[in-house]
């Protein structure tokens, strides 16, 4: 097994002034863990790493497909999105289909993500809607799964609804760990969030890609939405859809909030976790990368658009760069 050092530093000029504990897990679909940085077993909510997770169930029972929804819509149900006008339509649309409307969402209005998505919206004159919530896309979908299956679509996102409990034991199938000794708490748009080691996060990552590479079906079809609609996976400037479209759909990473992302390799069934341990979301696009360089899944030059991402400059007041965010390896 290898060890590996992802921890990231800031500096100013040539002193080191911040420096950012990660960790990680690397697993490989056949072997098992086989990479690790600090605690691989660091236990963690998932966030919205889990989304392709949560809307298995409703590809499995068909309902998804029962209301004609297609790659934009699964796209946008797996996605941390940027609030562009395309992210906004889609979802529009998802709930339109089902007779709801933007008000029924549980998830509260927020800035943009992206800046495109954040300049329309100022100059618009209007404030951020909860279509403009990055999470809108799953909320969408739950709801989805509500109305069709019959079941209340009022408090959709609390603990012991239906949609909820297949949630729930759609992650535990995935991760190998028992749906009761997984850790339950509110996510920052309002569902249930699910806290498990890193390892058992990795192993789901590694899975999905692996099954996906090798035809099965509902993995497929998640795999295929994502890499064929990178904009709505993310966003015109976001980095989940720029790793998807430089890798040419090879990598599929999925953000979550506080510092924990998630990757699936598919060439190689490999899934890789990070968590920022202090959440510090600066660190973690040059941990993930440099973690996706340590096991081979990107260049050791990577594209320019994802340099920008491993090395980010630090400016002072006057606009000046004064320093960077980088990974510890990259800093020798």
């Not at 209340?152 to 034991?169: F, K």
């Not at 015109?236 to 790793?243: A, E, L, N, Q």
């Amino acid at each position: 097994m290898q060890t590996y050092q992802l921890d990231v530093v800031v500096s100013r000029g040539s002193l080191i002034e911040s420096r950012h504990r990660v960790h990680a897990a690397i697993w490989e679909v056949s072997t098992g863990l086989v990479g690790v940085a600090r605690d691989p077993f660091l236990h963690s909510p998932w966030r919205s790493c889990a989304k392709p997770f949560q809307v298995m169930p409703f590809l499995e029972n068909g309902g998804f497909d029962e209301l004609v929804w297609g790659d934009d819509e699964l796209a946008l149900a797996c996605a941390s999105h940027g609030g562009e006008p395309e992210h906004v339509l889609v979802a529009e649309r998802m709930l339109r289909a089902i007779g709801l409307e933007e008000g029924d969402l549980a998830c509260g209005p927020h800035e943009p993500l992206s800046r495109r998505g954040a300049r329309l919206v100022r100059e618009s004159g209007l404030p951020a809607g909860r279509l403009h919530n990055n999470c809108s896309g799953k909320h969408a979908a739950m709801l989805g799964r509500a109305h069709l299956s019959g079941w209340p679509t009022h408090g959709y996102e609390r603990d012991g609804h239906p949609v909820q409990q297949s949630a729930l034991d759609s992650v535990s199938r995935w991760t190998g760990v028992p749906a009761d000794k997984i850790e339950k708490g509110v996510d920052g748009c309002g569902v249930v969030v699910f806290g498990l080691p890193l390892a058992n996060m990795a192993r789901a990552w590694a899975t999905l890609g692996a099954n996906a590479r090798r035809g099965d079906e509902i993995p497929s079809r998640i795999a295929r939405a994502i890499r064929t609609r990178p904009l709505l996976f993310g966003g015109t400037d976001r980095f989940d859809s720029i790793v998807v479209e430089e890798t040419a759909g090879n990598v599929i990473p999925k953000v979550g909030a506080e510092g924990v992302h998630s990757v699936a390799v598919l060439d190689r069934g490999l899934g890789v976790v990070v968590k920022v341990e202090d959440g510090a979301s600066r660190a973690q696009y040059p941990a993930v990368l440099r973690a996706l360089q340590l096991v081979g899944a990107l260049p050791e030059v990577l594209p320019a658009r994802l340099q920008d991402f491993a090395r980010t400059r630090v400016k002072n007041t006057r606009g000046e760069v004064v320093g960077e965010v980088r990974s510890v390896d990259a800093a020798n």
